[in-house]
């Protein structure tokens, strides 16, 4: 139990901390690398950590199928469809977005897993407020069909699991210790925020030396900051915190979105072959590897300086390379290695 909060324990924890020496040696940082891809459900990332804690709380209430939200080829609502697998309950996931006219990445695995996807191509409302319309719409079935529903939101962000990486926080402090380092910078994409706020409280609330910085991968604007505040706010009450934080505590970098969410991007691509091809780990275009192009960025500029200690958090995402209009750009830069006899 965290500050109050119980899990459902379905994952083999600790994940990995390695030591990248070919990243190290290219970078001229001291690189290591925390594996929460390798988590085991569901072809793993960072959002089981979450789901451990909302589904002590869903099972807790009686649910027996799982709705949540994002974009089609959400992790989250991949992960969210495993573990629906796993405690054998319905799942739906809800997205506004363009259909691709095809089956594949998370939308394959989530069909494979017996999930349900229900995508609606944007109507010119809100998209929160069309995603919340689809989930009405979902959950009056199933009640119809006299389940119970639990509703996730978007990316499971909720202060129920914020407990999550505050373990992983913790976790990675004492794996540190162990392997000799000191003072580091631990670098994690941000998306909608829970993964960054959970190891923002968990490194803080021991004193850690390590000092989380967040790479915002989608624009990064006044309504996320007033949501991190409200997080934070809410999450030092209900976790019984005796400390405090501001805005300014928060140390996100804002400026390797890219300009949009899940965009393809060149540099990012390149950042995916940096990673793979000098340590055969493979990041994805749409978190990891828009996190890790922001890294190498940050290192040309002088944001980390050589011989720095740095933590890279991959959290998984790797099914996004063959989401449609990543994997096409891929193909159009990689034939030329392809040949065909």
Not at 115 to 134: F, I, M, S, Y
Not at 171 to 184: L, N, P, S, V
Not at 270 to 291: F, I, Q, S
Request: charged share 25%.
């Amino acid at each position: 139990m965290i500050h109050g909060f119980e899990k459902e324990r379905f994952l083999d924890l600790p994940t990995p901390l390695h030591r990248l020496d070919n990243v190290s040696r290219d970078l001229g940082v001291d690189f290591w690398i925390k594996r929460d891809d390798l988590t085991h459900l569901g072809m793993g990332g960072n959002k089981l950590r979450k789901l451990e804690y909302l589904m002590h709380e869903a099972l807790a209430q009686g649910a027996t199928a799982l709705v949540t939200v994002g974009g089609l080829q959400t992790n989250h609502g991949r992960l969210t469809a495993a573990v629906a697998a796993r405690y054998g309950m319905k799942c739906t996931i809800c997205a506004v977005d363009e259909w691709p006219g095809e089956v594949s990445a998370n939308v394959l695995l989530d069909r494979i897993m017996g999930a349900e996807v229900v995508v609606q191509a944007p109507n010119g409302k809100p998209e929160d407020e069309q995603l919340l319309d689809l989930v009405h719409m979902v959950t009056e079935k199933y009640e119809a069909q006299g389940e119970k529903v639990y509703y996730i939101p978007l990316g499971g962000s909720t202060v129920t699991c914020l407990p999550g990486y505050y373990e992983c926080a913790q976790e990675t402090d004492r794996q540190a210790k162990e392997k000799g380092i000191g003072k580091a910078r631990f670098f994690s994409g941000v998306g909608s925020i829970g993964t960054f706020l959970g190891l923002f409280i968990g490194f803080h609330d021991i004193g850690s030396q390590i000092d989380p910085t967040g790479i915002a991968i989608s624009p990064f604007g006044e309504e996320k900051d007033r949501r991190i505040m409200r997080m934070f706010r809410e999450a030092k009450e209900k976790m019984g915190l005796d400390w405090d934080a501001k805005l300014e505590d928060f140390h996100i970098e804002r400026g390797y979105t890219r300009g949009a969410y899940n965009n393809a991007d060149e540099t990012v691509r390149k950042a995916v072959y940096h990673m793979a091809r000098l340590e055969a780990v493979l990041l994805d275009p749409c978190y990891t590897g828009k996190a890790y192009a922001g890294v190498l960025e940050m290192v040309k500029e002088g944001k980390i300086a050589q011989g720095e200690t740095v933590i890279f958090l991959h959290s998984g995402g790797q099914p996004g390379l063959n989401t449609p209009h990543h994997r096409k750009a891929f193909e159009a830069e990689l034939m030329d290695g392809v040949h065909v006899l």
